[in-house]
């Protein structure tokens, strides 16, 4: 389970010239929103908004800008939470984290059929040999 907030997200000109400069620093007609806007559309995000500062101050008073795009669906994750997750579903497959070791040899040992992974870890030096047990062969190493 990995915990997450869709709280939105507005993202604001806050002069009213920026509204009419590119991307690329270049004077022509663009619009950095209208830019924003079109490329979440074309990524398909279909919530986008592109709003007055009158609309953002309903939502935000204390931001003041000449307008924004608004993006109800975009949120947070907790990122500890997710780590933690990607790790048992990993080792839900069968690996195994290493945490501060350095990988000084990788195997594949013919006799056992398995992968064979020499560590060593950097705090004091030991050594450690991992093994697993493997279909493939060399190359999948």
Same mark, same amino acid.
């Given at each position: &389970?990995?915990?997450?907030?869709?709280?939105?997200?507005?993202?604001?000109?806050?002069?009213?010239?920026?509204?009419?400069?590119?991307?690329?620093?270049?004077?022509?007609?663009?619009?950095?929103?209208?830019? #924003?806007?079109?490329?979440?559309?074309?990524?398909? *995000?279909?919530? #986008?908004?592109?709003?007055?500062?009158?609309?953002? +101050?309903?939502?935000?008073?204390?931001?003041?800008?000449?307008?924004?795009?608004?993006?109800?669906?975009?949120? *947070? *994750?907790?990122? &500890?939470? +997710?780590?933690?997750?990607?790790?048992?579903?990993?080792?839900? &497959?069968?690996?195994?984290?290493?945490?501060?070791?350095?990988?000084?040899?990788?195997?594949?040992?013919?006799?056992?059929?398995?992968?064979?992974?020499?560590?060593?870890?950097?705090?004091?030096?030991?050594?450690?040999?991992?093994?697993? &047990?493997?279909?493939?062969?060399?190359?999948?190493?």
């Amino acid at each position: &389970h990995v915990d997450y907030n869709k709280c939105g997200k507005l993202i604001v000109a806050t002069e009213s010239d920026q509204n009419k400069v590119s991307w690329k620093g270049e004077g022509d007609a663009s619009v950095k929103l209208k830019e #924003l806007y079109r490329s979440g559309l074309d990524n398909g *995000v279909h919530d #986008l908004k592109l709003i007055s500062k009158e609309e953002v +101050f309903d939502l935000e008073p204390n931001v003041h800008c000449s307008e924004a795009l608004w993006s109800p669906s975009t949120g *947070v *994750v907790d990122s &500890h939470s +997710f780590m933690l997750s990607l790790l048992a579903d990993a080792e839900e &497959h069968g690996a195994m984290l290493a945490l501060n070791c350095k990988v000084q040899n990788i195997r594949y040992n013919y006799q056992t059929k398995t992968n064979e992974v020499d560590i060593v870890d950097v705090n004091d030096d030991d050594d450690y040999k991992l093994c697993r &047990h493997s279909e493939s062969n060399a190359s999948s190493v």
